[in-house]
């Protein structure tokens, strides 16, 4: 009986040092870490008419070596599409995350 209340009194005594050690670690690991840039919007823009372009040049090669060219367009007006709204969802994202974090290192 003695033994489990020393062991319980040790245990007591030891577990806020290693939790406080290890919180002031993890801070120093976030600030140790390199800040991410965001992409601008700009990049975003660019990346898309990259993007489209490809399925462009990908539309005109599979009409050159293919005779059936039924739902090529709506595929590939598809893929662009669905590029463009994924895009929009990442930018607007990474915006709010960005608050979010501003918001949360100014509280702390």
């Known amino acids: 009986m003695a033994k489990k209340k020393a ?5 007591e005594t030891q577990s ?37 372009i490809f399925c ?17 367009y709506f595929f590939f007006i598809m893929l662009m599409i669905g590029f463009l ?3 929009i969802f990442d930018y607007l994202y990474e915006k709010l995350q960005a608050r979010e974090l501003k918001e949360h290192s100014s509280i702390s």
Do not use: C, W
């Open 7 to 11: 062991l319980r009194e040790r245990k």
């Open 16 to 52: 806020p040092a290693p939790a406080a050690e290890q919180t002031e670690k993890e801070e120093t690991q976030r600030e140790s870490l390199p800040k991410e840039r965001s992409v601008t919007l700009k990049e975003y823009l660019l990346l898309n008419l990259l993007f489209d």
């Open 85 to 87: 709204i994924v895009s």
């Open 56 to 72: 462009l040049v990908q539309l005109v090669l599979v009409r050159l070596f293919l005779a059936e060219t039924r739902g090529l």
